[in-house]
């Protein structure tokens, strides 16, 4: 298949919100595509490179964006070639790697017809943002294949993989969909939750519940047969080397043919509470010596879930029920708190899981999940059984610059570049974000900050830092880009503030001080 047909469907895809347009235009690319190329087709449109980072950065790109490079007149590029590519940009390294990975991808992009090279642009850059997520390739596979959705996805859930599941029931059909099972050793892609404003909310909207920790750890999975171990991340990736505690706690768990779904946090030895995030992210990706990395920072796995126990696959059995089992394996000091709500409609119960959500937080745990006591594991969905409660965090800061936005927001600014007030009158730059924005909200802001407009080099446009926007935030985590040292993690635009002078903006030492 031609890279051609997959930037012109995601351009399709981009311009119309339906979603029942998009998986139609979707399931047309697949029974195009042959049953090899499809996981390549998911990962581009999905804008993800199979091969992981690949070293090419702006410093790269912003030699090659049209009209730097001369676009060809046809198209030639197939997915394998484009692919290939990849590989060997991957493989770049040591002395004068830099001009090596930039000598093939102006050989790439040269190779490019003018929408191909916009289209690379942004798959190598990460900015492919048209709205063909998993969820939704999912559904245009099964219409592609003519199976059922439901199934496609149990299928997926018990694979851990979309491509791998793809390519196969493309090829073979829906007989193939049959085969596939929870196995020991093979990890699956997490149950993931939807949002709630409050817990009150949740229990109201779940019923007979529980309350559980919410905590801001690295999301793991734990396999145990026999004597083998593997830990894996939320995105699948083998972990088990970099936590040897983990492997330690899942060696002495009594019972076999296990997987455990928790996370793995850290707590400061002298005040016992939860240490940021992004302590615990650097100890996993250290490149110290494990011993050296796990002295530093010893990591404590806490868990929430069972999928599997003594060979038995528990996904598909209640909540309330894996719990016991949860509990008949492990101690309760690895196991997260809770309380149970069997009766949301006594206002006592209501009550007492507010005051654990109020408790929670004065822990230092960044909120609660509120699960349906009957709900059965969904694994690689963000399912309406799970719902999250976090205490939102508002800023009033200025807008620096902003971005053109791809898709559907051609020709819109749409990325915002966030600032606080800082000590000397200037502003200190705090991160990004394009989330939050309305068609309407993209609309206005995109005139009103074209008349504050001070420079464009037709991707950022440099303005005035005037308009003030209301901000949400999930909290703050460390940050050697920017020069408060931090930046706002899961940041959303709530509206614009036009009625408020840059002036009025949140000072760096507010943002500080009230993380």
């Not at 990460?126 to 390739?137: F, H, M, N, S, T």
């Not at 145990?224 to 706690?249: C, K, M």
């Not at 051609?410 to 974000?433: E, V």
């Not at 008349?451 to 985590?477: K, N």
Request: aromatic share 4%.
């Amino acid at each position: 298949m031609l890279l051609a047909r997959v930037a012109e469907v995601s351009g399709q895809v981009a311009a119309t919100s339906a979603r029942s347009r998009k998986i139609g235009l979707l399931a047309e690319l697949f029974a195009e595509a042959a049953p090899e190329e499809s996981p390549l087709v998911i990962a581009y449109l999905s804008g993800r490179l199979p091969q992981g980072r690949i070293g090419v950065g702006w410093s790269v790109l912003k030699h090659v964006v049209p009209p730097a490079v001369e676009p060809a007149e046809q198209p030639t590029l197939t997915l394998a070639g484009t692919d290939a590519v990849m590989d060997e940009l991957a493989a770049v390294s040591g002395p004068g790697a830099q001009a090596r990975r930039a000598e093939l991808v102006r050989g790439l992009v040269a190779a490019a017809t003018l929408p191909e090279q916009e289209f690379l642009i942004r798959l190598l850059s990460g900015e492919v943002r048209q709205g063909a997520l998993d969820a939704i390739a999912l559904e245009g596979v099964a219409k592609a294949a003519g199976v059922a959705s439901g199934e496609l996805r149990r299928a997926v859930m018990l694979e851990g993989s979309l491509p791998r599941v793809a390519r196969a029931v493309l090829a073979e059909g829906g007989a193939v969909l049959g085969t596939y099972t929870l196995r020991v050793g093979s990890p699956v892609q997490p149950m993931l939750a939807h949002t709630a404003a409050g817990v009150g909310e949740a229990v109201r909207a779940l019923g007979p519940c529980v309350v559980e920790e919410k905590l801001d750890g690295i999301r793991i999975q734990v396999h145990r047969l026999g004597d083998e171990v593997r830990v894996y991340t939320r995105s699948l990736d083998d972990i088990t080397q970099r936590l040897p505690e983990v492997v330690a706690v899942a060696r002495e768990t009594r019972g076999d043919g296990f997987v455990l779904d928790g996370e793995v946090i850290a707590l400061d030895p002298g005040t016992g509470r939860p240490m940021p995030f992004q302590d615990i992210a650097s100890r996993v990706g250290s490149r110290l010596d494990v011993a050296t990395a796990q002295a530093a920072l010893p990591l404590s796995p806490v868990f929430f879930d069972v999928l599997a126990a003594d060979g038995e696959v528990l996904v598909d059995r209640p909540g309330l029920e894996r719990h016991q089992v949860l509990a008949r394996l492990l101690p309760e000091p690895l196991r997260v708190r809770r309380c149970v709500v069997a009766v949301p409609e006594d206002p006592a119960a209501v009550e007492g899981a507010e005051r654990f959500f109020r408790d929670t937080l004065a822990r230092g745990h960044e909120g609660v999940l509120v699960k349906a006591l009957d709900a059965p594991y969904v694994a690689g969905r963000r399912g309406r059984t799970w719902l999250k409660v976090k205490p939102v965090h508002t800023l009033d800061l200025v807008v620096l610059a902003a971005e053109w936005g791809h898709g559907r927001r051609t020709g819109l600014l749409s990325n915002l570049h966030l600032g606080a007030r800082a000590a000397d009158g200037s502003f200190a730059m705090l991160g990004k974000t394009f989330k939050g924005l309305t068609d309407e909200m993209l609309r206005w802001q995109t005139e009103r900050l074209g008349e504050l407009a001070v420079s464009d080099d037709g991707f950022t446009v440099r303005v005035r830092p005037e308009l003030v926007v209301e901000i949400a935030y999930d909290g703050l985590q460390r940050s050697t880009r920017y020069p408060a040292g931090v930046a706002l993690r899961f940041a959303r635009v709530v509206r614009h503030r036009p009625d408020k002078a840059a002036a009025e903006a949140d000072t760096v030492e507010r943002v500080l001080a009230g993380d």
